[in-house]
């Protein structure tokens, strides 16, 4: 090995490894960790001793130039610069000024230099927008004023100037606002628990403020806050400052990742680098609101949805669809219900529940994420329609999907079964067995329901119109399930299946009167391969039979009724269905 790396000028630019970056050896080379990254180089043993050489001076920071000098041989050599190259496309080196950090009168206490350096694209420039900054702190009363003495306190131990003119006018005194360069953030305490709202401007995260302590309970109990424990009112205060920062800095959001200036300003400082966000974030870009609570003491960054805001793109994935229910049951800022599925049966047919005081919708699927989806919508119109899904003619109201197509074919179906439907499969004779027997998925559910639960069932199958089929299950003259689907196979399947798990929720006692729906109205499914029909259904294919589908149905639709989106109004469930990209249909 050569001799090791030398100084490097202190005015030069040079490159300097991320603080958090950590290496371990492996047989055959060395595991590499970041903060929100890792990967392996293969490279044989030598590879470790070669990074225990230049680790010290990529920590101080060493011109690429001078990198060459830890390397004696030219195949070392070549190892080096990929693993060199490698930490940078990690985003886990960064080229800095060397001498950033040594200014005696202006330099930032070691602990921030560290915190910048690991976060920002440019360390200098972040911490002259901190250093130029003064934060004004807002506190209208006794509740609020433990976590403004946090607030105030890491603001000082950063380096940051600090006033407490009170600029921004509050109304309740558990609340504390911070704000900087047209930015805030809002800190709210409750007796056993507080939040940290998402930079934002004045006016905008007040209102956001308001309705989150009104959401969590924390609005309105100034007395009762006072008694919130230290270490609670400490977190919050140190994560409102933390927020304020990252955002003044330019430095991603710790809850959201690349951060989007208020209209009418400009990001402050360094641009984010490409692809450098915070871990572990939803697909998509809601607002984040940090949750504390002391009893058991958990933090934890939830989507706010309630707000609206820019519509995300369609939810063209399983993934993205489960991503969205869980930001819209999330359990602590959510608008629905979390499903409840843990201690329901899941075979043969998977059960949800999604209930409130007054009512209970039961979803099914033949896996748990569609039964979740199927609760999850159920509650939603719920909550839309409190009176009931039906309109004045019998048929449906209104229906949410995930996009227009599933909210449009889930509120045809019911009207079309209402209308015409349900009296013709009643009619239906035994007859029509011939037209699904040939469909997998129709005689395995069609099984399941009659041998495996050892119903005696009774279908009733009929042709609406032209690619549209209704099924209807009854046991005992009580009509369990129904579908209306584009195959004789498809509809039997649905209502098999939907009578399965009717049959499951009654043994279970969860005492669900209605009859049950299946419905596959939507493409991207959080299922692969498709929940009913051959295996090899084609996404592509099924989106256009369901369009050619709705577009049969549409006949059905009562005189005097018209197919139109929903109205957002200000319903907090519609503006957060709005936020996650799902659609509201009625028949208006």
């Known amino acids: 090995m050569s001799a090791p790396v030398g100084p490097t000028n202190a005015a030069a630019t040079v490159v300097r490894l991320r603080p958090a970056v950590h290496v371990s050896p492996t047989p055959d080379g060395i595991y590499v960790r970041g903060w929100n990254t890792a ?15 230049l680790e010290p001076a990529l920590r101080r920071g060493v011109a690429t130039e001078r990198l060459a000098a830890a390397a004696s041989r030219p195949a070392l050599l070549k190892v080096l610069r990929e693993l060199v190259s490698a930490l940078r496309d990690h985003d886990l080196t960064l080229p800095v000024v060397s001498a950033w950090r040594d200014d005696t009168e202006h330099a930032p206490p070691p602990l921030v230099a560290d915190w910048l350096e690991q976060l920002a694209a440019d360390p200098a420039v972040a911490w002259h927008q901190l250093a130029a900054t003064t934060v004004d702190v807002a506190v209208t009363g006794d509740a609020g004023s433990a976590v403004a003495d946090a607030a105030i306190s890491a603001l000082l131990a950063t380096g940051v100037q600090v006033s407490r003119s009170g600029g921004v006018a509050l109304q309740d005194p558990a ?35 308001s309705r989150v302590a009104i959401r969590l309970g924390v609005a309105g109990r100034p007395a009762r806050a006072t008694a919130a424990p230290q270490p609670l009112a400490a977190v919050l205060g140190a994560a409102a400052t933390e927020r304020l920062l990252r955002v003044v800095a330019g430095l991603p959001d710790p809850g959201r990742g690349p951060i989007t200036a208020p209209a009418g300003t400009e990001p ?78 899941q075979v043969p047919a998977a059960l949800a529940m999604c209930e409130a005081d007054r009512w209970r919708v039961l979803g099914t699927g033949d896996k748990i ?31 949410v999907g995930i996009d227009d197509q599933h909210a449009t074919g889930r509120l045809l179906r019911r009207a079309a079964y209402q209308v015409a439907g349900r009296a013709a499969a009643t009619a239906a004779g035994p007859g029509t067995e011939h037209r699904w027997r040939d469909d997998p998925a129709a005689r395995r559910w069609w099984i399941t329901l009659t041998i495996r639960c050892g ?56 005492e669900v ?76």
């Open 39 to 53: 990967f392996t180089v293969v490279g044989g043993a030598d590879l470790w001793r070669l990074w225990q050489r």
């Open 175 to 209: 609340i504390v606002a911070l704000t900087a360069q047209n930015w805030a953030v809002f800190a709210g305490i409750g007796e056993h628990r507080g939040f940290a709202t998402h930079p934002a401007a004045p006016d905008e995260g007040a209102a956001t403020a």
């Open 268 to 345: 402050a400082g360094a641009a984010v680098p490409a692809g450098r966000s915070a871990p572990d974030t939803l697909p998509d870009s809601w607002p984040m609101v940090l949750v504390a609570r002391a009893k058991p003491f958990t933090v934890g960054y939830h989507p706010w949805l309630a707000d609206g805001g820019d519509t995300p793109g369609p939810a063209d994935s399983p993934d993205v669809v489960l991503a969205r229910l869980d930001a819209l049951c999330d359990p602590e800022l959510g608008v629905l219900p979390v499903p409840r599925y843990e201690d329901l049966p």
């Open 369 to 399: 994420s569609t039964a979740r989806l199927d609760a999850t919508l159920g509650g939603a119109e719920r909550l839309l329609n409190p009176d009931g899904t039906d309109g004045p003619d019998g048929t449906g109201r209104l229906a």
């Open 455 to 510: 119903l005696d069932a009774r279908l009733g199958l009929a042709r609406l119109a032209d690619g549209a089929f209704a099924a209807r299950v009854e046991v005992a003259g009580r009509e369990l399930a129904w579908a209306v689907e584009a195959s004789a196979g498809t509809a039997v399947a649905n209502a098999a299946l939907g009578a399965v798990a009717m049959h499951e929720a009654n043994r279970a006692g969860l």
């Open 513 to 588: 009167d209605a009859p049950v729906t299946v419905c596959r109205a939507v493409s991207a499914q959080p299922s692969d391969p498709p929940l009913v029909g051959p295996a090899t259904d084609d996404r592509a294919v099924r989106r256009v039979a369901e369009q050619q589908l709705i577009h049969g149905l549409r006949r059905f639709v009562p005189r005097g009724r018209q197919l139109r989106p929903a109205p957002p109004g200000r319903h907090e469930v519609g503006l957060a269905l709005r936020a996650v990209a799902f659609c509201v249909w009625e028949l208006g």
